[in-house]
C-alpha cells in the first residue's frame, strides 16, 4: 500500500506558535496534497503541489501557512501562528499526475493546539 | 449544498451480513476513490474508478458519472472491516478531490 511518509505522528503547540509537519511522497509521485481533516471528519484541501510550484492553494493556506515541497527534501506545511481551530489531523497524499489517478496518504500528523 | 455527501453516517453489521454505502454528487464528477481509514488515521485505498464497476475480494464498487453516485458494497462483513469509510471525487475540470463525510462502520460478531 502507501509508502507516504509524515512527521510527526503527533505535536502539541501553544496557541500562538509555529507547527510544522513534514511528509516523503512516494519515490516518483510529482504531485503533493495537503488536507486537513477536522474532529468531524470533514476534510479540507489546502494545497497542492506538482514538483516545486504550487498549483493551487485555499485562502487560509495562503494567508496563515507556508508550505513547500523542495527538490530532494520533504516537503513541509507550516502553521505560521497556532490557533485553538487547527486542532486536526493533517494528512499529506501523493500522486503519479496531477489528475486523473489515485492518491496515495500517509497516516498524517495530529496537531493538538493547547 | 455539499458537492459529495456521503450515506450513512454510521452502520453497524453483524460478522457475515451485506450492505452498501452510496456517495451522490451535486455535479458530474470525473472520477471516485474510496477509503477506508483504519485507527491509526491512515486512509487505505480501496477503490480508484473513473467508470463502471471493479470488484475486489468481498468488496464491490460502482461509480456512474452521468446519475452522479457511487457505491461501495461489502460483502460477508469480517470484524476487521470496522473502520471508517470516505468517498472522494474529481471535479471534472480536474480540480483536487473532495471527501464525503465518511460511513463509521462497526462489524459486531
Known amino acids: 500500500n502507501s509508502k507516504v511518509i509524515q512527521t510527526p505522528r503527533y505535536l502539541v503547540k501553544g496557541q500562538g506558535q509555529k507547527a510544522k509537519m513534514r511528509c516523503i511522497p512516494e519515490?516518483?509521485?510529482?504531485?503533493v496534497f495537503w488536507y486537513q481533516q477536522n474532529k468531524n471528519n470533514e476534510f479540507k484541501f489546502l494545497i497542492n503541489?506538482?514538483?516545486?510550484?504550487?498549483?493551487?492553494q485555499i485562502d487560509m493556506t495562503e494567508k496563515r501557512f507556508s508550505a513547500e515541497c523542495p527538490s530532494n527534501s520533504p516537503c513541509s506545511l507550516e502553521i505560521q501562528s497556532s490557533e485553538a481551530g487547527d486542532s486536526a489531523l493533517y494528512l499529506c497524499?501523493?500522486?503519479?499526475?496531477?489528475?486523473?489517478?489515485?492518491?496515495?496518504f500517509g497516516e498524517g500528523s495530529r496537531l493538538i493546539v493547547v | 449544498g455539499m458537492p459529495v455527501e456521503q450515506n450513512p453516517p454510521a452502520l453497524s453489521l453483524y460478522e457475515g451480513a451485506d450492505s452498501g454505502l452510496r456517495c451522490n454528487f451535486s455535479?458530474?464528477?470525473?472520477?471516485v476513490q474510496w477509503f477506508q481509514q483504519n485507527h491509526r488515521g491512515r486512509l487505505i485505498t480501496l477503490f480508484y474508478?473513473?467508470?463502471g464497476t471493479k470488484e475486489n475480494g468481498r468488496l464491490k464498487s460502482t461509480f456512474n458519472s452521468k446519475e452522479r453516485y457511487s457505491t461501495l458494497h461489502i460483502k460477508d462483513a469480517q470484524l476487521e472491516d470496522s473502520g471508517t469509510y470516505f468517498c472522494?471525487?474529481?471535479?471534472?475540470?480536474?480540480?483536487?478531490?473532495?471527501f464525503g463525510t465518511g460511513t463509521k462502520l462497526q462489524v459486531v460478531p
Open positions: 497524499a501523493s500522486s503519479p499526475t496531477y489528475s486523473g489517478n489515485t492518491l496515495y
Open positions: 519515490k516518483g509521485h510529482p504531485v
Open positions: 503541489f506538482q514538483n516545486q510550484e504550487v498549483l493551487q
Open positions: 455535479t458530474t464528477m470525473k472520477s
Open positions: 474508478l473513473a467508470q
Open positions: 472522494a471525487a474529481e471535479g471534472n475540470s480536474g480540480t483536487y478531490q473532495r
